[in-house]
């Protein structure tokens, strides 16, 4: 099965001690997940065992930097796109960073816990992320660094309630959106809404990843793979979650992806009442006055041709004109061959799509629904005398 292309800015050296556990299989050296495990022997069966119990997925070649100082909170208010200035202990969110013109530079989680915020991000943007992170700090009492922790993320329909540490200290998952705790012996857990609803990613120190990995196969997980994981992602999330540099590309504004919009209690990573800041300007425009030119959909992909026929950055096609491009690709245990796509928002839902070759159809559920004309759209039609 193809897997997507490796995002800019990628670091490819990395190789997790996961990979040394029995079966576990690397992906391929271009994608983005090279260097933690791509499945153990049984992708497919990794995917349903979240169905029924839960899994942990080794994530650790996720950049993440750390933001000490008391005015840290305040400090990143001011150029990012979800309100973060009055995060309790123990919140987070989701937020992005915007160029001049609104199209998205970085994607980050945030947790704020102890007196200090930790961030993560894709492989290979933890770097430019720090240093514009630096450029910004002037005066501020803010201090963002880099920082050693690694992320595992459980997932599934059965999670429990409490997990025993590799120390044998047995504590109680968070809950709530975005929620943290610290972790007995360093590092945190945090809820998120990805790749399934209530999942926990772990971020540990690095050398206790494999002790907390086993720790969680010791509790009743099922090891997975990236493979799981993406198919989760792409699948089995309603409205979909679009990966920076895999489902979104250089011009993507924070509209095409819908779930970024919408505060913390939304799961968004745009707040649309929180203004000043870079690129705030085009959010506002798209928001007020129109749509954004394209929309992040799930494809149905006709699988009788083989795996190896749809690849990331493909031409979607339409009647013979182009309308999109793919993300991320992936076999699902139950729908089989399915990606997202970035398609022009003109592009009906029961449209006919080709993509080199291979059929595709949208999957309605992920379609946009618009919910009315936008207040902005329907003024500038009154002061033109067509209301």
Known sequence: MNVPAVPDRIESDYRSPILDK??????????????????????????????????????????????????????????????????????????????????????????????????????????????????????????????????????????????????????????????????????????????LDGAVDLLIPRPGLVAWFDAAVAAGARPAGSWAYEALRVADTTPVRGRIGVDTDGKTIPHEVPTWIGDVTERGAVHLEKGCYRGQETVSRVHNLGRSPRVLVRLHLDGSGGDDTVVTGAEVRSGGRSVGRVGTVVQHHEYGPVALALLRRAVPPEAELEIDGVAAAIDPDTYPRESGPQAGREAVKRLRGQA
């Open 22 to 195: 029995p079966g576990a299989v690397d992906a391929d050296s271009a994608s983005p997940d090279s260097g933690i495990p791509f499945h153990y022997g049984d992708p497919l069966g990794e995917q349903r065992a979240a169905g029924s119990g839960w899994v942990v997925i080794d994530r650790s070649h996720r950049d993440t930097l750390t933001i000490g100082g008391g005015e840290r909170l305040t400090w990143l208010e001011g150029f990012v796109s979800q309100h973060v200035s009055e995060l309790g202990d123990g919140a987070g969110a989701e937020t992005l960073i915007l160029d001049a013109n609104g199209r998205v530079e970085h994607h980050a989680v945030l947790a704020d816990l102890d007196g200090t915020l930790v961030v993560d991000t894709e492989r290979g943007r933890g770097r430019p992320l720090l240093d514009f992170l630096t450029k910004m700090v002037f005066w501020a009492d803010a201090a963002p660094a880099e920082s050693d922790l690694a992320v595992l993320t459980l997932a599934g329909a059965g999670l429990p309630e409490t997990l025993t540490a590799p120390d044998g200290t047995e504590f109680a998952l968070p809950t709530g959106d975005y929620s943290s705790i610290a972790l007995p012996g360093g590092g945190l857990a945090r809820r998120t809404p990805w790749p």
